[in-house]
Nanobody, 126 residues
Framework: QVQLVESGGGLVQAGGSLKLSCEFS????????AGWFRQPPGKDREFVAG????????YYTDSVKGRFTISRDNAKNTLYLQMNSLKPEDTAVYHC???????????????????WGRGTQVTVSS
């Protein structure tokens, strides 16, 4: 059974940076597509970024392009999200996700992902 555990969240001022990590266990991480979703206060979950099992292709929602970078280290079974130039509207609980099926056309759909972490809180103050 796949388990995902996020870390690295916290409180940061606008313009600052944070790096989130997600530790994957239970299966071979190199066989899974992975990504990040976030849920702002009082809003629905939204897609942030996705990465293919090989790490060769990445995908982002428009609002984070140029500021966030998703990456993975298959040898360490770890997924990352480097977040720069943070804005108050980035405040949310960030969840890492994974799935055995690698279909970038569906990365943006929350229903596509079979495994979810519990999340880590990111708060950006103005």
């Amino acid at each position: 059974q796949v388990q995902l555990v996020e870390s690295g969240g916290g409180l940061v001022q606008a313009g600052g940076s944070l790096k989130l990590s997600c530790e994957f266990s239970g299966r071979s991480f190199r066989n899974y597509a992975a990504g990040w979703f976030r849920q702002p206060p009082g809003k629905d979950r939204e897609f942030v970024a996705g990465i293919r099992w090989s790490g060769m292709s990445t995908y982002y929602t428009d609002s984070v392009k140029g500021r966030f970078t998703i990456s993975r280290d298959n040898a360490k079974n770890t997924l990352y999200l480097q977040m720069n130039s943070l804005k108050p509207e980035d405040t949310a609980v960030y969840h890492c996700v994974a799935d055995r099926v690698d279909d970038p056309l569906n990365y943006h759909k929350s229903t596509f992902w079979s495994s979810w972490g519990r999340g880590t809180q990111v708060t950006v103050s103005s």
